[in-house]
RNA sequence: GGGCCAAUAGCUCAGUUAGGUUGAGCGCUCGGCUGAUAACCGGGAGGUCCGCGGUUCAAAUCCGCGUUGGCCCA
């Protein structure tokens, strides 16, 4: 084992591991080591390969990574298979910019299957650098054997799922509205759209009356949904007025809301108007009216029942309170268009440009058609209105293209008809935080649509539905969907190897079905990228191909992702194992937040203001990121990344370091294994005691909050038991036992001791810091291949003492103030003192001083202890009270109150009375006149503590004299030693020469005592052959020191 | 527009479950310690607990209305 580093270098600890797991296959041996022990089915949601890894991701991965380590070592066979999401949308419309194209015209003109081709390769090459990004912040998982959406075992996951979803009767098709992205040419889901600020067109319109005088007035941001307008909305209980209206001269009527009259009137600049009709919405309904564009759009909707007034819920007293209603391009719209049994007229292609059915529009572009309509409106007099309006408008995910709304024929997993089985069975997983669970997802739940699975594109799983030939809408039992490779080899009239059969489109679309005399088809749409993922729960164990795994695992113990998946993968996998086998398919779910800016704000590419992994890996290390990230909550909280947090972390690492590195130099001259430490070989101090109790209480802590996913008080709990006791106390506390040149009983109570914490502190911080770990395992014991296999440590009774570890929180708040009231009294801790006081009239805290006596002694450098409840040494000083004596003495007030304050009540009784004298006149006070404090006296320092009061005695003696200055001139040679970087062991020569002669006396009379520590092998006189000679102030003294290496001692000691 | 979450020292966060004088680490500053030493320890300064209103003897904490940020939905 090489030597240890002075100082923690993450690069170097995190080479050193890395080449040591790589030369012994340690996560192999790590996951033999867990074999035969009881499963824990871990599933990773799978990252999208549009890229690399982000911090986002790192975190993710990081604590997923964490959380398996931790089950490893409390003795599971983790799951731990990874998951690339590679399908969809996103990647189809990079290769379309890579590649230079615009539509999908020029998809079909390279050719499909070369396309999906590029989309593959594209994929695997993310994939590829994501294997590398995760590997390079120690992610322990199966890299050799990820999970991969796109290869034929997944997707026949997806197709068998799909199959049970049909059979539970849960599949429907049929004419809905959606969300189109015109670029694409495809629905896209409601969670696809993005929502960003447009300015759109803002038109009132006259729509007349038929058979009756007057107009309705509508209001509406899309001119190009007129031509498809079938029906006019109303409030019915809103009340509409009849108004006759003037505007240059002329009169109409016009049919408006109540509430919204003047405003709209002021809008279509009419100049006066008069009320002749008032009706409520409900009478309004049947009314008919013509379709302002009838002329220029023949075909338009004039079917039963179009052309009519109907109420509607979305109806608002905004506007105009009058809503023109198109099924054929609007949600709310279709939804009531269905109710009321309207036929759907939608004259738009999936590209946006309108068909043949819109007359004189066809083949413009929807949006480019707006000013033709808003003109030709207006020509015909029916334009009321015009200007435009800034709103939220929804956006395509991918490309950024602005939406259209159509109802085209889709496929639907019917979620809504499982509503009730969906909420109950979000009461069968367990999730972290719980909120999560019981407010936003439940709310999304209840919310929830009907699933649109199908996908009018390429890259993604063929929908393995086959209708029969020329009827491209059967009802569904009259439609097939084939479950596995095999049933579709079974089943196709074409010959099909299943073992090698490319589920991928083209390869599956000439493929027919024959059966009872009737030819099937195969619908030529893909899978929505969702339902991918959400069979991740047995795609991860190759089932329907391979039953094994999943009749023993399924369903998922325990999944991890960031709080954007409630709406995603956590949504998609409750939807698709209810609807499919009516159960949600993970028991436990953390829930962790986002990685954000310093400032809290979402990181991207146009603020600039992300933080890349790879740049904190350069600048602080893995293991501190990682044990950065993890600090943190991970239970639905957001992180705000900040350089300075990453630091502190690599400081507090380095404490661990430290802590570590200290004790190895005297372990190796004593020949002492830390491996083989054995705590009943020596004698066992107090704090050795109360350390290895500590220990049992952080392990107990950390186990109970391992057991609730509270991963970052299970590091923190590790991290401040390292900074707070082991360093900032217990190394404190036996460092002078490892200096002890002979072996001793004791030395070996504190090696034992040491080696244990360390030991157990490595397999409990192993989890978050493995680089770390491994390397303080390997160098402290390394009898097994890697830390990351052993188990982690339990708690041992035996060695739990609460009582002692109260008491040593006691003797650590005392010893506290006593440094405080040191401080105060100008007297540093290497000068002993005669005594401390503790006043407490809490008499656990007088028993935890007491029974701690000499360790509290040693560590204030006191020569003696006394606990008292009331100390009877401090003197009660008089605070006179103005109030009183300015009105009982006048004129002498001010001069009364200047003597009587800071008195001592000793010095104002005279005669059982209070009095004062001033000039030689003597006032008698009254009580009232005179309130006392309790002070220390000079020779006394204090300082409070929760608990009583802390007295330092601050009086010399000239034993302490010696003694104090004595340590100062062992202080001073030692800094020397220390600049001429001796070895510790290396002896010297010294001269002190001291300017005062009482204290040179002391320094005299410790000769002895000073060689001793400074390893001086003789004190000689003045001299020029020093290597070192330095003037001192010690306490007001000059002091000269002068230094010398003796050769020959330095020469042997190189041997 | 709606749901959920967050806001406490210059920075990062505890404390909110169950109302009772707001804490820690880092940073700053002054001091101490000194064979872990580019480490470590103590003191000090530093707060409108996001704002306003309410409940209460008492609110960082409970309730209401806002502001800002995050995620999701429309």
Redesign the pocket.
């Known amino acids: 084992m090489e030597d240890v580093a002075?100082?923690y270098a993450p690069e170097d600890v995190e080479s050193s591991a890395q080449a040591h797991w790589d030369d012994t296959d340690a996560y192999e041996a790590t996951k033999e080591a867990h074999a035969d022990d009881p499963s824990y089915f871990f599933v990773d949601g799978p990252p999208y390969t549009s890229g690399q890894m982000h911090l986002g991701t790192a975190w993710n991965k990081t604590l997923k990574d964490a959380i398996i380590r931790r089950k490893r070592m409390e003795g599971h066979h983790v799951t731990d298979r990874p998951g690339y999401d590679m399908h969809g949308l996103p990647i189809e419309v990079k290769v379309e910019q890579e590649l230079g194209f615009d539509s999908k015209r020029d998809i079909e003109e390279y050719g499909m299957e070369a396309f999906i081709e590029e989309c593959k390769e594209f994929a695997e090459r993310n994939r590829e650098n994501m294997d590398d990004d995760f590997q390079s912040i120690g992610v322990w998982m199966d890299w050799d054997n990820p999970y991969k959406t796109l290869s034929p075992e997944y997707m026949e996951a997806g197709w068998w799922a799909f199959k049970q979803v049909h059979e539970n009767g849960l599949l429907s098709q049929g004419k809905r509205s959606i969300n189109q992205c015109p670029r694409c040419e495809t629905a896209i889901a409601?969670?696809e759209?993005e929502?960003h600020e447009i300015e759109s067109p803002s038109i009132y319109v006259k729509f007349p009356l038929k058979g009756k005088e007057g107009n309705l007035v509508i209001w509406t941001t899309t001119p190009w949904t007129i031509p498809a307008n079938t029906f006019v909305a109303v409030d019915s209980e809103m009340t509409y007025l009849g108004v006759r209206a003037e505007r240059d001269g002329e009169s109409e009527l016009l049919y408006l809301a109540e509430p919204v009259v003047e405003e709209a009137l002021k809008k279509g600049r009419y100049e006066d108007y008069e009320v002749v009709d008032e009706v409520s919405g409900e009478e309004m309904v049947g009314w008919e009216y013509d379709h302002p564009l009838a002329d220029e759009v023949p075909d338009h909707a004039d079917f039963e029942g179009a052309g009519q007034v109907y109420t509607a819920e979305y109806v608002e007293a905004d506007r105009t309170g009058l809503v023109h209603s198109a099924p054929g391009h609007g949600?709310e719209d279709f939804e009531r268009g269905q109710e009321l049994g309207l036929d759907v007229f939608s004259p738009v292609h999936g590209n946006g440009d309108f068909a043949e059915a819109a007359g004189k529009y066809e083949g413009t572009f929807v949006r480019d058609a707006n000013d033709d309509i808003i003109a030709d409106l207006d020509e015909k007099g029916l334009l009321f209105a015009s200007g435009t309006h800034r709103h939220?408008y929804?956006q395509c995910w991918r490309c950024d293209t602005d939406i259209i709304f159509l109802a085209t024929d889709q496929w639907f997993i019917t979620i809504t008809d499982v509503k009730d089985e969906l909420l109950d069975n979000i009461e069968d997983s367990e999730w972290h935080?719980q909120?999560?669970r019981d407010?936003?997802f439940r709310?999304?739940v209840e919310?929830a649509?009907d699933w649109n699975i199908s996908r009018q594109r390429y890259w993604g799983i063929p929908l393995p539905i086959w209708v029969p030939e020329g009827n491209a809408t059967p009802d569904p039992e009259d439609l097939i969907v084939v479950g596995t490779r095999e049933e579709l080899a079974e089943r196709v009239d074409q010959e099909v190897n299943p073992e090698e059969v490319d589920l991928h489109r083209p390869s599956v679309d000439p493929l027919t079905i024959t059966e009872d005399g009737t030819t099937y088809e195969r619908v030529p749409d893909v899978f929505d990228v969702w339902i991918d993922s959400s069979v991740a729960s047995w795609g991860t164990l190759d089932f329907p191909g391979n039953e094994g795994d999943y009749d023993e695992l399924w369903p998922a113990d325990f999944i991890v992702e960031?709080?954007?998946q409630?709406?995603?993968w956590f949504w998609s996998q409750l939807g698709m194992g209810t609807a499919a086998v009516g159960e949600v398919p993970y028991k436990e779910v953390l829930m962790h937040?986002?990685a954000?800016d310093?400032?809290?704000?979402?990181m991207s590419k146009s603020v600039g203001n992300i933080v890349t992994p790879e740049e904190a890996i350069e600048r602080a290390g893995r293991d501190p990121l990682r044990a950065y990230l993890l600090s943190?909550?991970q239970q639905?909280?957001?992180?705000?990344f900040?350089w300075?947090?990453l630091?502190?972390m690599q400081?507090?690492l380095?404490?661990l370091w430290?802590?570590f590195?200290?004790p190895l130099?005297y372990m190796r001259l004593d020949g002492y294994d830390p491996a083989e430490a054995n705590l009943d070989d020596g004698e066992l101090t107090v704090v050795d005691e109360w350390v290895l109790s500590r220990l049992q209480s952080v392990k107990s802590n950390v186990d109970e909050a391992w057991s609730e996913f509270r991963v970052h008080d299970a590091l923190n709990e590790v991290l401040e038991f390292v900074?707070?006791d082991?360093?900032?106390f217990?190394?404190?506390a036996i460092?002078e036992r490892?200096?002890e040149e002979e072996d001793s009983d004791s030395k070996r109570g504190a090696y034992a001791t040491l080696s244990t914490v360390l030991l157990e502190t490595v397999r409990l911080i192993a989890p978050f810091t493995p680089y770390l770990a491994e390397q303080m395992y390997q160098h402290l014991d390394g009898s097994e291949t890697t830390v990351h296999m052993l188990s982690a440590p339990e708690v041992d009774r035996a060695y739990h003492q609460p009582k002692l570890e109260a008491d040593m929180e006691v003797l650590r708040t005392v010893e506290?103030?006593a440094?405080?009231a040191?401080?105060?009294g100008g007297r540093?801790?290497?000068?002993p003192v005669q005594r401390i006081v503790v006043e407490t009239t809490d008499d656990e805290v007088a028993e935890s001083v007491r029974s701690l006596e000499s360790l509290l002694l040693e560590r204030v450098n006191s020569q003696s202890l006394e606990v008292v409840d009331g100390f009877d040494e401090l003197v009660e000083r008089a605070d006179p009270q103005m109030s009183v004596i300015g009105p009982a003495f006048g004129g002498e007030a001010q001069q009364i109150m200047g003597a009587v304050q800071g008195t001592s009540r000793d010095e104002l009784t005279q005669d059982g009375g209070l009095s004062v004298d001033v000039d030689g006149e003597t006032y008698e006070l009254d009580e009232e006149m005179v309130e006392f404090h309790a002070e220390p006296p000079e020779y006394l320092s204090g300082?409070e503590f929760d608990g009583g009061t802390v007295y330092v005695d601050t009086q010399l003696t000239d034993e302490i004299e010696s003694e104090g200055y004595a340590?100062?001139v062992v202080?001073r040679v030692?800094?020397m030693?220390?600049q001429l970087d001796?070895?510790?062991?290396?002896r010297i020569r010294a001269h002190v020469d001291v300017a005062d002669d009482r204290v040179a006396a002391f320094v005299d009379e410790n000769r002895e005592f000073i060689a001793e520590e400074?390893?001086t092998s003789e004190f000689v006189d003045e001299d020029e052959s020093f290597d070192l000679r330095e003037e001192w102030d010690v306490e007001g003294v000059d002091v000269t020191i002068g230094i010398a290496r003796v050769a020959e001692q330095s020469a042997a000691q190189n041997d």
């Open positions: 002075d100082q409601d969670n759209v929502y949600q939220r929804g935080p909120w999560a407010s936003r709310n999304f919310d649509p960031a709080h954007d409630t709406r995603g937040g986002f954000n310093k400032d809290g704000r979402k943190h909550d639905g909280v957001d992180l705000s900040e300075e947090g630091g502190e400081s507090t380095n404490i430290n802590v590195r200290f130099p900074v707070g082991v360093s900032r217990y190394v404190k460092r490892m200096w506290e103030a440094a405080n040191r401080q105060q540093k801790l290497r000068w300082a340590r100062d202080r030692q800094e030693r220390k001796l070895d510790v062991e290396e400074t390893r």
